[in-house]
Structures are given as C-alpha cells and as structure tokens.
Nanobody, 117 residues
Framework: VQLQASGGGLVQAGGSLRLSCRAP???????????MAWYRQGPGKQRELVAR???????YYVDSVKGRFTISRDNSRKTVYLQMNNLKPEDTGDYYC?????????WGQGTLVTVSS
C-alpha cells in the first residue's frame, strides 16, 4: 500500500496548510473510482474522519472543520488535497490519508499538523 501524505508542519492559529496525498501505487489498480478521505488523531484522542470525497466528487466534512477545510482531488495526478484555513489549536494531530473502495481500505503514513495558540 503506497499512500504518500505530505504538507504537515507547525503553524500559528489562524494560519493555513495544504496537505497532499499521492497514491502512485495502491492495492487498487486505478485511482479515479476510489473514495478518498483524511482522518486525524489528536493527542490522547481517537482517530476521527475529517473530510471525505467520493469518486463522483461528493464531499463530507466533520462539523468542526466546515467552512475552514476543503477536500479536493486530481485524478490525473492520483492525488487528494486538504486545504486547511483558519487553523485552530484543536486541529493539532497526525493526519492520515485513506483510500476506500467496496469496503476495502488502504492507509498512508501520517503527517503531523501542529497549531500553536
């Protein structure tokens, strides 16, 4: 499984980051039919779904990030993005990329996002 997440870092509250997840090779033969998602796990917290984009482009966001985060995908680059604006300290955590098709999931390594107050 090869999902390559990047773009994390340290940012002050109110700042922005853009995460990328590239899937050059996965257990799936093609990228475009995949449902892609970003999850995060904050310190001492369970992993939670942050945003999801289906193969058809429909999106879902957890309430806490609505209006601040935008998920998008570029099938030609086999990449999914998470644009994060107006970041808050509670957005701190490891962010994980997920690919899903027919109930089969594939995960990448996390990229750490730290938001200072």
């Amino acid at each position: 499984v090869q999902l390559q997440a990047s773009g994390g870092g340290l940012v002050q509250a109110g700042g922005s980051l853009r995460l990328s997840c590239r899937a050059p090779r996965t257990i799936f033969s093609v990228f475009s039919p995949l449902n892609m998602a970003w999850y995060r796990q904050g310190p001492g917290k369970q992993r939670e779904l942050v945003a999801r984009i289906t193969s058809g482009g429909n999106t879902y966001y957890v309430d806490s990030v609505k209006g601040r985060f935008t998920i998008s995908r570029d099938n030609s680059r086999k990449t999914v993005y998470l644009q994060m604006n107006n970041l808050k300290p509670e957005d701190t955590g490891d962010y994980y990329c997920n690919a899903e098709r027919s109930g089969i999931n594939s995960w990448g390594q996390g990229t750490l996002v730290t938001v200072s107050s």
